[in-house]
């Protein structure tokens, strides 16, 4: 998808007051808050961000079971370090406890499938 920032409105992206743009997309525009250059760095940078975990990825001896919800939110490291030589790594960990569903598949040789089905 391509969209075209108006150019005179560019310079001001740098600037530490809320800014608004003019963004055209297929011949249509729309007035939009430009996020500043401090504030896109400050969220790149490498910190604990909450992020949607799939269960199974968790427990990947669990294929017999089927988990609801499928995927739970956990915090995880995520951003950029700025030099490829380094990269984002939890300083800590500790365990989470969440409470979800699971049901149990009736497995043969061939396939597996919910009870009763």
């Excluded at 108006?6 to 729309?30: E, K």
């Excluded at 949607?52 to 017999?64: F, N």
């Excluded at 990269?87 to 598949?105: A, G, I, K, M, Y």
Aim: with cysteine.
């Amino acid at each position: 998808v391509l969209f075209h920032v108006c150019a005179a409105n560019l310079h001001t992206m740098t600037q530490r007051s809320p800014v608004t743009s003019i963004i055209t997309h297929a011949g249509s525009s729309a007035l939009v808050a430009v996020m500043l250059f401090q504030e896109v760095w400050k969220r790149s940078l490498c910190r604990p961000m909450e992020r949607l975990v799939d269960v199974e990825q968790e427990y990947p001896g669990g294929v017999e079971h089927i988990f609801s919800p499928a995927c739970v939110p956990l915090w995880r490291c995520s951003g950029c370090c700025g030099d490829d030589s380094l990269e984002c790594h939890p300083t800590l960990e500790r365990n989470t406890t969440l409470q979800v569903w699971s049901d149990n598949l009736v497995c043969d040789k061939d396939s597996c499938s919910p009870p009763g089905k």
